[in-house]
């Protein structure tokens, strides 16, 4: 199945850039960018709420070898992966762009489409925080208590 912007030509600082210029566009008065671990790190606030993609990026060494198995050049090598990081910047381009126009146009809430990527207190996502008790309630089939710190109802 093909990729979204798999074979763009817009660099990836142009793509980061078009992502800072919608998101100034929508209303947000923040930006940050980072990059670390072979992850790259959009940060910015809006509606009073700071929210932060991370954007995984592969690996030089996975396009080590081609789609056939043969060593690629070195010069190969490093082209493919710039492609494929390329076309992840595109990706999360399109991602923002699309939950902000949502919100915009009113089929969605700013914090309903962000709600995942939203900054808690202490720096974790709400989707770093709930997916674990998410899991743990499929298995278990009970639903993780909302304040764990209160219990009966009176608080400790």
Known sequence: MPKYAENTTVS???????????LIKYGADGFAYATVNGSALIGFCMNGKQVKFVLPLPSKEAFRLTDTGRVRTENSQYNAWEQACRQRWRALKLVIQA???????????????FMSNIVLPGGKTVGEFMRPQIEQAYLTGAVPKMLPMLEGGTER
Not at 99 to 113: H, N, Q, R, T
């Open 99 to 113: 939950k902000l126009e949502a919100v915009e146009c009113g089929i969605s809430v700013f914090e309903d489409e």
């Open 12 to 22: 990836s600082e142009l793509s980061r850039l078009e992502i800072e210029k919608i």
